[in-house]
């Protein structure tokens, strides 16, 4: 056997230990990428569990997700007020109070909104910027996105306006807004009782039609507001409605609160 240098148990001068074969880079990037992409193949085999990962119920986004349990929360609503009728029916019938009481009982619940009123009214409808918005007017500088969308304090601004104006009743979307209704937006996205809206935003009011003109266009806050109607677009629409009957609160009206733990 030849004990040269390229043999592998020997060194050059028969001692000591041998140089090991020199493998080319080639290979080793070769079965890198080979090792890598089975390691690909493996965790999204382990990910999707046979199943087709896009269509999968479980990754829905978070969008979807609320969207489903607004749509849930207005069938338990409708559900909840459907119930509620016909308990106050049976109450009615067969609870041996006086016509006085009765009539005490029913001004109570008209004060706190849950039940249905009918009146003039006026709706006021809100709307984000149309796409592409620019400055309309000179002087004024280019839009920064927050310039072209309603945001939450612009809906608190119409709804206190209303209600300064001697509103009976204001209904937001297609929601009646009572004592611990809030108005609170997310994104650009309207949160209001479980229930999520996108724009355009109506809010109603039932009462007198001039004191709630006269209450919107008095608002410092709109005036504010109006200002980005006029320059950058945003939608506003005053409208006369007529009689109009607004639904009663179909809610729960207990008050929730955080409590400490422990």
Request: aromatic share 6%; proline share 6%; charged share 20%.
């Amino acid at each position: 056997m030849s004990n040269s240098a390229d043999s592998p148990g020997t060194g050059a001068t028969g001692s000591g230990p041998a140089r090991r074969p020199r493998v080319k880079p080639v290979r080793v990037l070769t079965a890198a990428v080979f090792a890598l992409a089975g390691l690909i193949f493996f965790t999204s085999f382990d990910t999707a569990k046979g199943t087709d990962i896009r269509q999968d119920g479980s990754l829905l986004k978070l969008s979807d997700l609320i969207q489903q349990r607004s749509r849930k929360n207005k069938q338990l609503d409708e559900s909840n007020a459907a119930l509620r009728g016909s308990v106050e029916s049976l109450a009615e019938s067969d609870d041996g109070s006086t016509r006085a009481e009765d009539e005490k009982l029913g001004g109570l619940e008209k004060g706190a909104g849950t039940r249905k009123l009918t009146g003039k009214a006026v709706s006021v409808t809100l709307n984000d910027a149309p796409p592409g918005a620019t400055a309309k007017l000179p002087g004024y500088p280019e839009p920064q996105p927050d310039y072209l969308v309603i945001h939450q304090q612009d809906l608190q601004a119409v709804v206190n306006a209303l209600w300064q104006g001697g509103a009976q009743g204001v209904k937001v979307m297609d929601q009646r807004l009572i004592s611990t209704s809030a108005v609170r937006c997310v994104g650009n996205t309207l949160i209001l009782q479980g229930r999520v809206y996108s724009p355009p935003y109506k809010i109603t009011a039932v009462g007198d039609p001039g004191r709630l003109k006269r209450a919107l266009a008095d608002s410092k806050a709109i005036q504010t507001y109006m200002v980005y109607v006029n320059v950058y677009g945003l939608g506003w629409k005053v409208t006369d409605d007529g009689t109009v009957t607004l639904p009663g609160y179909s809610g729960t009206v207990d008050l929730h609160y955080a409590k400490p733990v422990g």
